[in-house]
């Protein structure tokens, strides 16, 4: 049987770097890569994308999606790392944890969009008590959210380096910035639809003074709701739909392992992990919760991701080139 070839169109930006890196070992797939001079050449790259039995963009919205029109093999798959088709209808969103029908779904699919970091997040955390109806597809969803600025990309990189570079004392950075102040962020579609959630969520992201890594809250004023549930039903269920995925751990509720001196909350424990990590925190006495997704926004927010997904398309090993 021939290995599986895989082309990776934005092979020097962030995120396919990070999946060449991951992909780089493996013994049971090939890349084939495009000549640097000629990374701008369209009919070079319509070349490789047809020669892969999986191309993999890594691209801005409207390249992808002039990627895809260059796309005349029938037998090469589409997985796209960009927002250009996470909400079309004839491509299949590529979060296999999602529901219980997804992987194969993926597994089944020529066109397969990645997901965005945040929406990972939120999704993780959402969509099992929207789907299963323990909290009503009706709620007003608050996400707060922070990640490491290599989410922005090499501009947002450079910026960021060039702020520490220039101004390398605590009190001259900042540690905390959000964005996105006009909402309608380019996620929120995304976080709508799969989640299933009738309106979608008021969205405020945030950039840390950190490179890596990423935290998603969802705060849940349970007292709002007629019938709310406890904590402990909460975490029930987000325990028992991801008790056999390897990368959604779930910890106990209300954990205090994972806080750091018992207060604070580490945006970067699950660097260089493809594992999106949940937590629960709840008080029925105020009727209050809090939902919490840890992960590296390189990771299971992009480049991971996007292993899995390939894994899952070629037929391979889900876990080759991931940590847990």
Same mark, same amino acid.
């Given at each position: 049987?021939?290995? $599986?070839?895989?082309?990776?169109?934005? *092979?020097?930006?962030?995120?396919?770097?990070?999946? !060449?890196?991951?992909?780089?070992?493996?013994?049971?797939?090939?890349?084939? /890569?495009?000549?640097?001079?000629?990374?701008?050449?369209? =009919?070079?790259?319509?070349?490789?994308?047809?020669?892969?039995?999986?191309?993999?963009?890594?691209?801005?919205?409207?390249?992808?999606?002039?990627?895809?029109? #260059?796309?005349?093999?029938?037998?090469?798959?589409?997985?796209?790392? /960009?927002?250009?088709?996470?909400?079309?209808?004839? #491509?299949? !969103? &590529? +979060?296999? *944890?999602?529901?219980?029908?997804?992987?194969?779904?993926?597994?089944?699919?020529?066109?397969?969009s990645n997901p965005g970091c945040y929406p990972t997040? +939120?999704?993780?955390?959402?969509?099992?008590?929207?789907?299963?109806?323990?909290?009503?597809?009706? +709620?007003?969803?608050?996400?707060?959210?922070?990640?490491? !600025?290599?989410?922005? &990309?090499?501009?947002?990189?450079?910026? %960021?380096?060039?702020?520490?570079? *220039?101004?390398?004392?605590?009190? =001259?950075?900042?540690? %905390?910035?959000? %964005?996105?102040?006009?909402?309608?962020?380019?996620?929120?579609?995304?976080?709508?639809? %799969?989640?299933?959630?009738?309106?979608?969520?008021?969205?405020?992201?945030?950039?840390?003074?950190?490179?890596?890594?990423?935290?998603?809250?969802?705060?849940? $004023?349970? #007292?709002?709701?007629?019938?709310?549930?406890?904590?402990?039903?909460?975490? *029930?269920?987000?325990?028992?739909? !991801?008790?056999?995925?390897?990368?959604?751990?779930?910890?106990?509720?209300?954990?205090?392992?994972?806080?750091?001196?018992? @207060? +604070?909350?580490?945006?970067? =424990?699950?660097?260089?992990?493809?594992?999106?990590?949940?937590?629960?925190?709840?008080?029925?006495?105020?009727?209050?919760?809090?939902?919490?997704?840890?992960?590296?926004?390189?990771?299971?927010?992009? =480049?991971?991701?996007?292993?899995?997904?390939? @894994?899952?398309?070629?037929?391979?090993?889900?876990? /080759?080139?991931?940590?847990?």
């Amino acid at each position: 049987m021939a290995i $599986p070839k895989v082309f990776i169109d934005g *092979e020097a930006g962030t995120t396919g770097l990070q999946i !060449y890196q991951r992909l780089a070992d493996r013994r049971d797939l090939e890349v084939i /890569s495009i000549e640097p001079a000629k990374r701008k050449e369209a =009919s070079e790259r319509a070349k490789l994308i047809n020669a892969a039995d999986v191309a993999i963009l890594c691209l801005p919205d409207d390249a992808a999606r002039e990627a895809v029109s #260059w796309v005349t093999n029938p037998q090469t798959k589409v997985l796209d790392a /960009s927002t250009a088709h996470r909400t079309a209808e004839e #491509w299949v !969103y &590529g +979060f296999p *944890e999602i529901s219980v029908d997804q992987r194969s779904r993926i597994a089944a699919a020529s066109r397969v969009s990645n997901p965005g970091c945040y929406p990972t997040g +939120f999704l993780t955390l959402m969509s099992p008590l929207v789907r299963s109806g323990l909290l009503p597809a009706t +709620f007003s969803a608050t996400v707060n959210a922070i990640s490491g !600025y290599s989410g922005g &990309g090499k501009k947002l990189i450079a910026q %960021y380096e060039g702020f520490r570079a *220039e101004a390398p004392s605590a009190e =001259s950075k900042s540690p %905390y910035s959000p %964005y996105g102040l006009g909402f309608g962020h380019k996620h929120v579609k995304e976080m709508q639809k %799969y989640a299933g959630l009738h309106h979608a969520p008021l969205f405020v992201p945030a950039v840390g003074d950190f490179a890596q890594g990423m935290v998603v809250q969802v705060p849940l $004023p349970l #007292w709002s709701l007629e019938d709310p549930p406890t904590g402990e039903q909460l975490h *029930e269920k987000l325990s028992a739909h !991801y008790a056999d995925e390897p990368f959604v751990p779930v910890a106990p509720l209300n954990s205090k392992a994972s806080l750091r001196d018992s @207060n +604070f909350f580490e945006a970067k =424990s699950a660097n260089q992990t493809n594992e999106v990590q949940v937590f629960v925190f709840a008080n029925d006495d105020t009727q209050e919760a809090l939902l919490v997704a840890r992960l590296d926004n390189l990771g299971k927010g992009a =480049s991971g991701a996007a292993v899995q997904n390939l @894994n899952i398309m070629l037929d391979l090993p889900e876990n /080759s080139g991931l940590t847990i």
